[in-house]
Each structure stands twice: as structure tokens, then as C-alpha cells.
Nanobody
Framework: QVQLVESGGGLVQAGGSLRLSCAAS??????MGWFRQAPGKEREFVAA????????SYLDSVKGRFTISRDNAKNTVFLEMNSLKPEDTAVYYC?????????????????WGQGTQVTVSS
């Protein structure tokens, strides 16, 4: 089974930027997604991208600020986060899904990384 390792999290001031990376140990599945989980809250869909990169989907609150991309030659998925807000603070996870319709439910993803902390100070 593919193993996923996230990196790039950290502490940033509101309005700042971070770029998360997710490296896969093997060939990634059709859809790759990013989720986040804040303390006391459920895991939340953030963004997903198709195998070709031609289709993407975003949580409404991050549209225009976050960009998901992938490099299949390097088995890596990225999440570029700009204009960060304190409410973006969470542990961010990448995941892989065999389904091509860019699912938003965590239950439709089959492998997960360990997560990377993103903290946005006001």
C-alpha cells in the first residue's frame, strides 16, 4: 500500500503563505486530496485533484487562496496556501482515493499521511 508523508507545515502570521508537500512511496491513485482537522472538530475536506491534474475541487472557504497541484513523475502532491487566516489553523493531511470523481468524504480515501501542523497567528 502506498505510504504518504506530508511536509511544509509551520507557524505563519495571518496573510502569509505556506506550501505543503505530500510525497508518496509508490504510484498514487486516481484522486489525491488534502484534508484538515482542527482540535475538537471533524476532519474537513480542503482540496482534491484528478490524476491528470486537469480537474480540481476546493472547499468554498479556501477557493482563490489555496491551489492544489501534483507532479506524477515525482509522486508528489502540493497545496499552495496564500492569504492564510487564523481559522486555517489545523493539522493538514494528504490522502489518496481510487475514485475519479474527486470525493469529499474521508471514507472514500484509502491511505493517509501522518499530518503536518499549520498554525496561523492573528
Amino acid at each position: 500500500q502506498v505510504q504518504l508523508v506530508e511536509s511544509g507545515g509551520g507557524l505563519v502570521q495571518a496573510g502569509g503563505s505556506l506550501r505543503l508537500s505530500c510525497a508518496a512511496s509508490g504510484r498514487t491513485s486516481s484522486t489525491m486530496g488534502w484534508f484538515r482537522q482542527a482540535p475538537g472538530k471533524e476532519r474537513e475536506f480542503v482540496a482534491a485533484i484528478s490524476w491528470s491534474g486537469g480537474s480540481t475541487s476546493y472547499l468554498d472557504s479556501v477557493k482563490g487562496r489555496f491551489t492544489i497541484s501534483r507532479d506524477n513523475a515525482k509522486n508528489t502532491v502540493f497545496l499552495e496556501m496564500n492569504s492564510l487566516k487564523p481559522e486555517d489553523t489545523a493539522v493538514y493531511y494528504c490522502a489518496t482515493s481510487p475514485y475519479s470523481w474527486l470525493p469529499r468524504s474521508p471514507s472514500q480515501y484509502v491511505a493517509w499521511g501522518q499530518g503536518t501542523q499549520v498554525t496561523v497567528s492573528s
